[in-house]
């Protein structure tokens, strides 16, 4: 089976700019989680979807948001960057839930706000 | 609150040398456990889970963990380090009572050859 797929891999963006961020899971897992991970913050959560909705929600403004579709893939989007919001941004699927399943991660996607 | 905690920053070891990593949790009840390994340039990858049953869980490329209620720790060992080894280790605890996984803040473990 393929693994977990994250696109682009490396981003450079603006100030003011949005971004969007795209995780294919593995084939047959329903629950993607989005994570966003840095030096001084370590693991955050940002959301987790399944089944094309969202399930829980991490502790993040409202210019963080993401959306899942049918195929269970899944995007995440981050509206007027920050220069904080610089991190690798990583995506994890499950077959059926973040909270108990073991989470299969993709390589992230590393974003840097200039 | 739950609340997971790897107190080493950074460790060092000898390749062919034992390894102990640590984790502290605190949680209510017994939770679920997990180490995962981050590569340089790659996501996360899940070592061992305990969930319940035997406290001695075996995960791959030889690395063991101890579920210890008594001292609300969920250590990571390993009897003989390799190269490959180095990496980042996260210990992870939940489901909190926000339904999520937390993980730690991370081990970066360096070995000299």
């Known amino acids: 089976k393929a693994g977990v797929t994250q696109t682009p891999r490396y981003l450079i963006k603006t100030r003011g700019q949005q971004v969007t961020l795209s995780c294919s899971p593995i084939?047959?897992?329903?629950?993607v989680s989005w994570y966003q991970q840095t030096p001084g913050q370590g693991l955050q959560f940002l959301f987790e979807?399944?089944?094309?909705?969202?399930?829980n929600k991490g502790n993040f403004p409202g210019r963080f948001s993401g959306r899942q579709f049918s195929n269970s893939r899944s995007e995440m989007n981050v509206s007027t960057l920050e220069l904080g919001d610089s991190a690798l941004y990583l995506c994890?699927?499950?077959?059926?839930?973040?909270?108990?399943?073991?989470?299969?991660f993709g390589p992230g996607t590393r974003l840097t706000v200039l | 609150a739950q609340s997971v905690t790897q107190p080493d920053i950074h460790i060092t070891v000898s390749e062919g040398a034992s390894l102990e990593l640590r984790c502290n949790y605190s949680?209510?009840?017994?939770?679920?456990l997990f180490w995962y390994v981050q590569s340089p340039g790659q996501g996360l990858q899940l070592l061992l889970k305990?969930?319940?049953?035997?406290?001695l869980v075996q995960g791959i490329k030889g690395f063991e963990a101890e579920f210890k209620r008594s001292q609300s720790s969920f250590n990571l060992r390993k009897p003989s380090v390799h190269w490959s080894d180095a990496a980042e280790y996260f210990c992870?605890?939940?489901?909190?009572?926000?339904?999520?996984?937390?993980f730690g803040k991370g081990t970066r473990l360096h070995i000299l050859p």
């Open positions: 979807y399944f089944s094309e909705t969202q399930r």
């Open positions: 994890a699927s499950s077959p059926q839930g973040a909270r108990t399943d073991t989470q299969y």
């Open positions: 305990y969930f319940s049953g035997d406290t």
């Open positions: 949680y209510g009840a017994t939770p679920y």
């Open positions: 084939s047959g897992h329903r629950s």
């Open positions: 992870a605890v939940g489901p909190n009572r926000d339904d999520k996984i937390i």
